[in-house]
């Protein structure tokens, strides 16, 4: 079975400074993807940057960037020159690759930037 | 650009009652899914569905669970008589690619369940 765990309910960052989210995950599975999802206040749930495991590379998008570490199962998600926009709930998630039909979500860490 | 949509925002319901949430997915998209998220816990897996067939589903997604594709657009879950522990946010979401990654979701439709 796969699991998905983020530690920090809650988090606050000042506007134009940079935080790190945490995320660990648990699986046997040696293919699979793992997310960030973000989800602001009373809107749907979108895509904020996507990781597969075979690449050794971290993944990048703009101001969002992520630090996998493989062999220890470490997601996390670093937002850089935060915005106020930014404030929202964040969730890791994983899917096993090419068979893959299903999301393991963690429990969120909630993200306020404060002005 | 297009989105998920889903009805009802929120609901309310007797126990007992059977419940009809309606999803519309993005209209070129061939997997569609439902999620769940009771209040403070994760969001939770309960379907998937392709090609007019469940293509996987969790161990949530017992009897009283249903999901039908009737028309070619709307994506329905019906929850046959709803139990108090039913109350939760229903996440629709679709996608293209199963291997893509990506999942659109809609906006969730709040069950609460008296």
């Known amino acids: 079975a796969q699991t998905v765990t983020q530690s920090q309910p809650e988090m606050s960052v000042q506007e134009a400074e940079t935080v790190t989210l945490s995320c660990t995950y648990d699986t046997s599975e040696s293919n699979y993807y793992l997310f960030w999802y973000k989800q602001p206040p009373s809107r749907q749930m979108i895509l904020v940057i996507r990781q597969e495991a075979y690449k050794q590379q971290n993944a990048t998008e703009n101001r969002f960037s992520v630090n996998f570490q493989k062999a220890a199962k470490s997601f996390s998600l670093k937002i850089s020159d935060s915005q106020l926009g930014d404030t929202a709930m964040y969730f890791c998630?994983?899917?096993?690759?090419?068979?893959?039909?299903?999301?393991?979500f963690g429990t969120g860490t909630s993200l306020t930037v404060i002005p | 650009e297009p989105e998920v949509t889903q009805t009802p925002s929120h609901q309310v319901t007797q126990m007992g009652q059977e419940v009809i949430l309606r999803c519309v997915p993005i209209?070129?998209?061939?997997?569609f899914y439902w999620y769940r998220q009771i209040l403070g816990q994760k969001v939770e897996f309960l379907v998937s569905?392709?090609?007019?067939?469940?293509?996987?589903k969790s161990e949530i997604f017992d009897d009283q669970f249903s999901v039908e594709r009737p028309d070619g657009s709307n994506f329905t879950l019906k929850i046959r008589s709803t139990k108090l522990e039913d109350s939760a946010m229903y996440f629709c979401a679709s996608n293209f690619r199963r291997t893509d990654g990506e999942l659109f979701f809609g906006e969730g439709s709040r069950l609460t369940v008296l």
């Open positions: 209209s070129n998209h061939l997997y």
């Open positions: 569905f392709y090609n007019n067939e469940i293509s996987e």
């Open positions: 998630a994983f899917m096993k690759g090419l068979t893959g039909n299903q999301f393991y």
